[in-house]
């Protein structure tokens, strides 16, 4: 698959390159390319109205100031209440068979409550009007990182991503301070165990590496001296809270500066720093536009002019999708689907609904290399290249035939069929691709069908001879009109599962 050099040779200056996209280079190809890469695909009807509207008023729409929030799931609200009463339970508990049964039905519950909680965040993400923001929130989830496997509490983790979207376009420094209160993040970097006469020096070293600064922009020094800042944070029950004893209350020295630094201090100081402004544009390149780092001048450049916006991330936002730099042709068609954008794509682009059934969704992600809420490691997904290797592109393949095929409904268990029929009575059935689906485009002209898949699906123009392949596949003479679909269903099969279907 294409990719970028390891040294970039862009078409703009570093200047140049955070300027608006001039409105004369806005057209269908550009909106195409900025909806796939903001969402998760590029459905006709929303291209055209980008088209229409123009790139502000696409990006105002993607990017509103108030976003509509994803709505906490109802096993995460009854595991929130329980959370008190089960932890009391846990802590009376002798060891032996009690404490074990209190484990396994905490463990459990939180192992329903993911599951109820991924297909629910799905759901929310796969309606277009929710997909640019719900990319970003994920985006910040890979940033400031907490897994569920070492949390242990479903509702904790809906908690710190409900955290990050609420300060999603706020500034970035308060999002870091919420995110260093984040009961999740307590948990997830071992703050619980920071005590002023040993601080755990985790959650510093991660913060000034992984959420805000980068390797090389600190000293061991100052990692050690803003862990004690951040004794006392704990979390109990499932809320932050403060113990003012286990702070560590004395003179700390942090790049340079001395204080009676809190942790509060430690952000705004981290903030300070020249690196600050680069850090988080460079994981947006990452996680948007190339597996190459763009180059520190280009990084410095949008980097300082953020910091001029005091951090703002809406600003950021905005800046970054509508620069000329994102809509460079080095960057059309040359990203590698995250599992997570692979499947959402492929239920945007056949217009279907995520179905309510934990199996037959969860497990092909996991097969492919992404399992939601629950990142590798404090670094998240690598993402790029990484995510294709023989046996994930199978799981691809298997996806795209799974999702043309009917539900077996005779291998589900008594809760999905629950689910399904729950669904079937609220008006939702269109969880595979059935025949009326693709009826109208089989009755097209072969050529108007060809060039509607062809647009539809693949970020790229194609060949001319991969395009008169596909039509002619489409179109042999003798063709009846129940041949016709299902030559038409064997086409968009092939084409979903190409390696150009992979690309974004």
Same mark, same amino acid.
């Given at each position: 698959?294409?990719?970028?050099?390891?040294?970039?040779?862009?078409?703009?200056? @570093?200047?140049?390159?955070?300027?608006?996209?001039?409105? /004369?280079?806005?057209?269908?190809?550009?909106?195409?390319?900025?909806?796939?890469?903001?969402?998760?695909?590029?459905?006709?009807?929303?291209?055209?109205?980008?088209?229409?509207?123009?790139?502000?008023?696409?990006?105002? &729409?993607?990017?509103?100031?108030?976003?509509?929030?994803?709505?906490? !799931?109802?096993?995460?609200?009854?595991?929130?209440?329980?959370? !008190?009463?089960?932890?009391?339970?846990?802590?009376?508990?002798?060891?032996?068979?009690?404490?074990?049964?209190?484990? &396994?039905?905490?463990?459990?519950?939180?192992?329903?409550?993911?599951?109820?909680?991924?297909?629910?965040?799905?759901?929310?993400?796969?309606?277009?009007?929710?997909?640019?923001?719900?990319?970003?929130?994920?985006?910040?989830?890979?940033?400031?990182?907490?897994?569920?496997?070492?949390?242990?509490?479903? #509702?904790?983790?809906?908690?710190?991503?409900?955290?990050?979207?609420?300060?999603?376009?706020?500034?970035?420094?308060?999002?870091?301070?919420?995110?260093?209160?984040?009961?999740?993040?307590?948990?997830?970097?071992?703050?619980?165990?920071?005590?002023?006469?040993? @601080?755990?020096?985790?959650?510093?070293?991660?913060?000034?590496?992984?959420?805000?600064?980068?390797?090389?922009?600190?000293?061991?020094?100052?990692?050690?001296?803003?862990?004690?800042?951040?004794?006392?944070?704990?979390?109990?029950?499932?809320?932050?809270?403060?113990?003012?004893?286990?702070?560590? #209350?004395?003179?700390?020295?942090?790049?340079?500066?001395?204080?009676?630094?809190?942790?509060?201090?430690?952000?705004?100081?981290?903030?300070?720093?020249? +690196?600050?402004?680069?850090?988080? !544009?460079?994981?947006?390149?990452?996680?948007?536009?190339?597996?190459?780092?763009? %180059?520190?001048?280009?990084?410095?450049?949008?980097?300082?002019?953020?910091?001029?916006?005091?951090?703002?991330?809406? #600003? =950021?936002?905005?800046?970054?999708?509508?620069?000329?730099?994102?809509?460079?042709?080095?960057?059309?068609?040359?990203?590698?689907?995250?599992?997570?954008?692979?499947?959402?794509?492929?239920?945007?682009?056949?217009?279907?609904?995520?179905?309510?059934? @934990?199996?037959?969704?969860?497990?092909?992600?996991?097969?492919?290399?992404?399992?939601?809420?629950?990142?590798?490691?404090?670094?998240?997904?690598?993402?790029?290249?990484?995510?294709?290797?023989? /046996?994930?592109?199978?799981?691809? &393949?298997?996806?795209?035939? $799974?999702?043309?095929?009917?539900?077996?409904?005779?291998?589900?268990?008594?809760?999905?069929?629950?689910? =399904?029929?729950?669904?079937?009575?609220?008006?939702?059935?269109?969880?595979?691709?059935?025949?009326?689906?693709?009826? %109208?485009?089989?009755?097209?002209?072969?050529?108007?069908?060809?060039?509607?898949?062809?647009?539809?699906?693949?970020?790229?123009?194609?060949?001319?001879?991969?395009?008169? +392949?596909?039509?002619?596949?489409?179109? !042999?003479?003798?063709?009846? #009109?129940?041949?016709?679909?299902?030559?038409?269903?064997?086409?968009?099969? $092939?084409?979903?599962?190409?390696?150009?279907?992979?690309?974004?």
């Amino acid at each position: 698959m294409p990719t970028v050099t390891s040294r970039m040779k862009l078409a703009y200056s @570093p200047t140049e390159a955070w300027q608006p996209l001039p409105a /004369a280079d806005w057209n269908a190809d550009a909106a195409g390319h900025l909806l796939r890469r903001a969402g998760w695909s590029a459905l006709p009807a929303e291209v055209e109205q980008a088209t229409r509207d123009g790139l502000a008023a696409t990006l105002a &729409r993607l990017f509103p100031s108030q976003p509509v929030l994803w709505s906490q !799931p109802p096993l995460i609200a009854h595991l929130k209440e329980d959370i !008190p009463a089960m932890a009391r339970g846990l802590a009376g508990a002798q060891a032996g068979p009690d404490k074990q049964r209190l484990q &396994r039905e905490a463990r459990e519950r939180t192992q329903l409550a993911v599951l109820d909680m991924s297909i629910k965040w799905l759901q929310y993400a796969a309606q277009p009007q929710n997909a640019a923001f719900a990319k970003w929130v994920l985006f910040l989830s890979d940033v400031y990182v907490v897994g569920v496997q070492k949390v242990k509490n479903a #509702a904790l983790v809906w908690g710190h991503f409900d955290l990050l979207a609420r300060h999603a376009f706020e500034s970035a420094p308060a999002l870091a301070k919420a995110v260093s209160r984040s009961p999740a993040m307590v948990a997830y970097l071992d703050l619980n165990e920071s005590k002023r006469d040993a @601080p755990n020096e985790n959650f510093a070293r991660e913060l000034f590496e992984l959420f805000l600064l980068g390797e090389g922009n600190y000293s061991e020094a100052d990692i050690k001296e803003s862990a004690r800042a951040f004794t006392g944070y704990r979390q109990k029950f499932g809320t932050f809270r403060f113990a003012p004893r286990q702070h560590d #209350a004395g003179i700390k020295t942090v790049f340079g500066q001395s204080g009676y630094f809190m942790g509060d201090d430690v952000i705004d100081l981290a903030f300070q720093q020249p +690196a600050a402004g680069a850090f988080l !544009p460079h994981e947006m390149g990452k996680f948007y536009l190339t597996d190459t780092p763009l %180059p520190p001048e280009y990084l410095h450049e949008i980097g300082s002019w953020w910091s001029a916006q005091h951090f703002d991330l809406h #600003a =950021l936002a905005l800046r970054f999708f509508g620069s000329q730099l994102f809509f460079s042709p080095e960057f059309r068609g040359d990203f590698i689907k995250s599992p997570v954008q692979f499947y959402l794509g492929l239920v945007q682009d056949l217009g279907l609904s995520v179905a309510p059934l @934990p199996r037959a969704v969860l497990n092909p992600l996991r097969q492919m290399g992404q399992t939601l809420f629950n990142p590798p490691n404090v670094r998240g997904w690598v993402g790029g290249r990484n995510w294709i290797n023989s /046996a994930t592109y199978q799981a691809r &393949r298997q996806l795209v035939e $799974t999702l043309f095929a009917p539900i077996k409904e005779e291998a589900l268990n008594a809760d999905e069929q629950l689910e =399904l029929v729950a669904a079937r009575a609220n008006g939702v059935n269109n969880f595979t691709v059935a025949d009326d689906l693709l009826a %109208p485009l089989a009755a097209l002209d072969p050529t108007v069908a060809t060039t509607h898949l062809l647009a539809n699906y693949l970020a790229l123009p194609v060949a001319p001879e991969f395009r008169d +392949a596909v039509r002619q596949f489409l179109a !042999p003479e003798d063709a009846d #009109a129940p041949q016709k679909l299902r030559r038409l269903r064997r086409a968009a099969v $092939t084409l979903l599962q190409s390696p150009e279907y992979q690309l974004c």
